[in-house]
């Protein structure tokens, strides 16, 4: 597989001045089709990595490429999942899913004319993950992990060739959490969407990953590269696994190194 995403020697500055940097020599490549996970410190920078990546900051110094192209303004190829689900509490759920279609190209242009189609594509996502006949609730009818299911079908409502994922399960409870790791499991497994997950959890970053990289403390930086090689499709019962638990192990003792660096 080629690589999509690509940041090589990247130093960001929030506020493009002389401050101090948020990630500095930043470089990592992530290939077409893959499953990667940023984890690393409070603090790190890996937001700001996802922010990089999606033309949402432009680095001081460094190159971002994301399917071929430098990136240099936000890119309508991605699609963006965060801890908080943000639904419009006014808008019922599929509307609250049509909602990018309002705004990217070619969808903004086709949105009235195109209706029942798109309609279909958002009902048959919420069928996917576990919500078919609820796109007439309100936000504030569903429950949290309703509510992310609905937030990761709106990040896919647009067909994007990148998901990013910033912390999308923190504020669940452990067992949902779970439920909604197998959720976007199956979801890449399906659509062969390139996707990267910022998260703090390492099970999660081992239990769904290709690869996992790890950043050090702040600026930020690649310290670690870890391929896993568990098969797929992955079970639950693989996190409960001596295996499993020595990868976990070894990328817990990357970050606690990274924190003592600081």
Known sequence: MTAFV????????YGGGDG????EGLSLKVREGEFAAIVGPSGCGK?????????LQRPKTGTVIVDGRQVVEPIKITGMAFQNPVMLPWRTTLENLLLPLEIVQPHRSRLRSHKAEYVARAEGL?????????GSK????????????ASLCRSLIHEPKLLML???FGALDAFTREELWCVIRDLHAQRGVTVILV???LREAVF?????????ARPGRIIAEREVSFPRPRDLDITYTPEFAAVVHELRGHISAARQAT
């Open 6 to 13: 690509e940041l090589h020697d990247v130093t960001h500055v």
């Open 20 to 23: 101090p940097p948020a990630v």
């Open 47 to 55: 937001s700001t990595m996802m922010k990089l990546a999606t033309g």
């Open 126 to 134: 919420l069928e996917t993950v576990g919500l078919k006949g609820m």
């Open 138 to 149: 309100f936000p504030w009818q569903l429950s949290g992990g309703m509510q992310q299911r």
């Open 166 to 168: 910033d912390e999308p």
């Open 199 to 201: 998260t703090h959890d």
């Open 208 to 216: 769904l990953a290709d690869r996992v990289f790890c950043m050090s």
